[in-house]
């Protein structure tokens, strides 16, 4: 039979993860610099290339019109009779240009040229137009109607221009590619050395985070904006730990100062009792060492909480079966819980779950979390105690099917000496899930609230030792 809410182990939040560099802030701002770049680059290159083309295509369409013009002044009229002998002059003083002379019929009369269809204007002929002799060479050139119905081509050798236009395309494909790659590249590089420096800071904020206020952020011998940013932070965390420092000294020194006159009280409180011989005085002094001894308990959680916030590592470290720390937990509680008249359930590990800590810490780390449990979910309501390894952590279960804890107030509770309104009436001194939290972060692990449905589940985790 199984309480109701009883849950396997989650799965752990999941934890820092390192900076990609592609979805950096720093890569995104010089892969956009770099299509700028590219964009600016691309612009020019084809502004140069159309620039050049448009100039050697002008001179050449001015060339071979000149030389029409010629050839028409020459033969004083537009027909075929008139351009034959012209031509054939032409064709043999000219050998840098093409020539056809073909008359209505189109019947080649004289040229360097194969037949052609009779189209007016400009044409760019590829080299499947074979010229006289056949050298497969593109020709740029002119076509003309005559009176007579007859047909003139003048051209000249294109070769240059579709070798300037082709140029022009690979330079722009080369281009694109080199400003991409480049920009990329450099992008990728320059943000790789940035996100190191960030993640240096980063890693050093959670080691500070997780208690080690003597870290400081690293400086380099580069004046740069991070040195500056780290000697600023480090100026702040000084100034931090030595208000923290001077807090916990406060508090250590009312602990330790306030228990002798606490402890001469309670002794004279002894004496009283002794002294007295009416029942309402016995009655008084029985009350006031209630709440004397409950003040010591105070003042000795205040001590252990601030003693484990100061370790920098585990005292007496050792490895510890955490499997046999629930169950003799649990042989001490179980039978505790049930005479309370609530409902008991342990499920203990199927093997070893060995960890790296102090075992007595961790026993009380447990046992907090058991006697809050008891403290406040009601009669009839199931405590469960269960662990498991899990993904190389050990995760420890302690729930119930009591009232729970609203979660908005599930990270409160946490607090030193913070106690919800709704257990006001619940002896306690607010400070056990306090020292449960310590204690859990002083061995690497982390301690979350969740919801039981109903009821609470709190989950304890704390990094495994490696089996051989």
Same mark, same amino acid.
């Given at each position: 039979?199984?309480?109701?809410?009883?849950?396997?182990?989650? +799965?752990?939040?999941?934890?820092?993860?390192?900076?990609?560099?592609? +979805? /950096?802030?720093?890569?995104?701002?010089?892969?956009?610099?770099?299509?700028? #770049?590219?964009?600016?680059?691309?612009?020019?290159?084809?502004?140069?290339?159309?620039?050049?083309?448009?100039?050697?295509?002008?001179?050449?369409?001015?060339?071979?019109?000149?030389?029409? *013009?010629?050839?028409?002044?020459?033969? +004083?009229?537009?027909?075929?009779?008139?351009?034959?002998?012209?031509?054939?002059?032409?064709?043999?003083?000219?050998?840098?240009?093409?020539?056809?002379?073909?008359?209505?019929?189109?019947?080649?009369?004289?040229? *360097?040229?194969?037949?052609?269809?009779?189209?007016?204007?400009?044409?760019?002929?590829?080299?499947?137009?074979?010229?006289?002799?056949?050298?497969?060479?593109?020709?740029?050139?002119?076509?003309? %109607?005559?009176?007579?119905?007859?047909?003139?081509?003048?051209?000249?050798?294109?070769?240059?221009?579709? @070798?300037?236009?082709?140029?022009?395309?690979? !330079?722009?494909?080369?281009?694109?590619?080199?400003?991409?790659?480049?920009?990329?590249?450099?992008?990728?590089?320059?943000? $790789?050395?940035?996100?190191?420096?960030?993640?240096?800071? /980063?890693?050093?904020?959670?080691?500070?985070?997780?208690?080690? %206020?003597?870290?400081?952020?690293?400086?380099?011998?580069?004046?740069?904006?991070? *040195?500056?940013?780290?000697?600023?932070?480090?100026?702040? #965390?000084?100034?931090?730990?030595?208000?923290?420092?001077?807090?916990?000294?406060? !508090?250590?020194?009312?602990?330790?100062?306030?228990?002798?006159?606490?402890?001469?009280?309670?002794?004279?409180?002894?004496?009283?009792?002794?002294?007295?011989?009416?029942?309402?005085?016995?009655?008084?002094?029985?009350?006031?060492?209630?709440?004397? *001894?409950?003040?010591?308990?105070?003042?000795? /959680?205040?001590?252990?909480?601030?003693?484990?916030?100061?370790?920098?590592?585990?005292?007496?470290?050792?490895?510890?079966?955490?499997?046999?720390?629930?169950?003799?937990?649990?042989?001490?509680?179980?039978? !505790?819980?049930?005479?309370?008249?609530?409902?008991?359930?342990?499920?203990?590990?199927?093997?070893?779950?060995?960890?790296?800590?102090?075992?007595?810490?961790?026993?009380?780390?447990?046992? &907090?979390?058991?006697?809050?449990?008891? #403290?406040?979910?009601?009669?009839?309501?199931?405590?469960?105690?269960?662990?498991?390894?899990?993904?190389?952590?050990?995760?420890?279960?302690?729930?119930? @099917?009591?009232?729970?804890?609203?979660?908005?107030?599930?990270?409160?509770?946490?607090?030193?000496?913070?106690?919800?309104?709704?257990?006001?009436?619940?002896?306690?001194?607010?400070?056990?899930? /306090?020292?449960? $939290?310590?204690?859990?972060?002083?061995?690497?692990?982390?301690?979350? %609230?969740?919801? &039981?449905?109903?009821?609470?589940?709190?989950?304890?985790?704390?990094?495994?030792?490696?089996?051989?």
């Amino acid at each position: 039979m199984s309480c109701a809410g009883m849950a396997e182990p989650g +799965k752990p939040e999941p934890g820092h993860r390192p900076l990609s560099v592609l +979805k /950096s802030s720093s890569f995104r701002i010089i892969a956009s610099f770099a299509g700028c #770049l590219v964009v600016c680059g691309l612009a020019g290159v084809i502004w140069s290339g159309t620039r050049g083309i448009s100039q050697l295509d002008r001179q050449m369409r001015e060339t071979v019109i000149n030389e029409r *013009n010629e050839a028409l002044a020459d033969a +004083k009229h537009q027909d075929v009779p008139h351009l034959v002998p012209v031509m054939r002059d032409f064709v043999q003083s000219e050998p840098g240009f093409y020539y056809l002379l073909q008359d209505a019929k189109q019947v080649v009369a004289v040229g *360097n040229m194969f037949h052609l269809r009779p189209h007016p204007g400009w044409r760019m002929l590829s080299w499947t137009h074979r010229t006289s002799p056949p050298d497969r060479r593109p020709v740029l050139g002119y076509g003309t %109607l005559l009176d007579d119905g007859g047909y003139l081509f003048v051209g000249m050798e294109g070769t240059p221009l579709q @070798t300037l236009r082709h140029g022009f395309f690979m !330079t722009l494909l080369w281009c694109g590619t080199g400003f991409l790659v480049i920009g990329v590249a450099g992008g990728f590089a320059m943000s $790789r050395l940035l996100l190191r420096r960030i993640d240096l800071i /980063s890693h050093t904020a959670r080691e500070i985070m997780q208690g080690d %206020l003597s870290r400081r952020l690293p400086l380099t011998e580069m004046d740069d904006e991070f *040195n500056h940013l780290s000697a600023s932070l480090n100026a702040m #965390l000084d100034r931090n730990e030595a208000l923290v420092t001077r807090v916990r000294q406060v !508090t250590d020194d009312i602990a330790h100062d306030m228990r002798r006159p606490l402890a001469h009280l309670g002794r004279h409180l002894d004496v009283a009792e002794a002294a007295v011989t009416v029942p309402e005085a016995g009655a008084a002094l029985d009350l006031a060492r209630a709440s004397l *001894n409950e003040a010591l308990e105070i003042f000795a /959680s205040l001590l252990k909480l601030a003693q484990l916030e100061a370790y920098r590592q585990i005292p007496d470290g050792q490895l510890v079966d955490l499997a046999q720390v629930l169950h003799m937990l649990a042989a001490l509680y179980g039978p !505790t819980i049930e005479q309370n008249g609530q409902i008991w359930r342990y499920s203990s590990a199927d093997r070893p779950m060995v960890v790296h800590g102090n075992r007595v810490l961790l026993t009380q780390m447990v046992s &907090n979390l058991l006697e809050n449990a008891m #403290l406040h979910v009601p009669v009839g309501s199931c405590i469960t105690l269960s662990a498991a390894p899990e993904g190389g952590e050990a995760v420890i279960l302690v729930s119930d @099917t009591g009232p729970g804890i609203a979660p908005e107030d599930r990270e409160r509770v946490f607090e030193k000496m913070l106690r919800l309104d709704a257990s006001r009436h619940v002896p306690g001194n607010g400070i056990g899930l /306090s020292l449960v $939290r310590a204690v859990a972060q002083l061995h690497g692990g982390a301690i979350t %609230l969740e919801d &039981n449905g109903p009821g609470l589940r709190c989950v304890v985790r704390l990094p495994l030792q490696p089996t051989s």
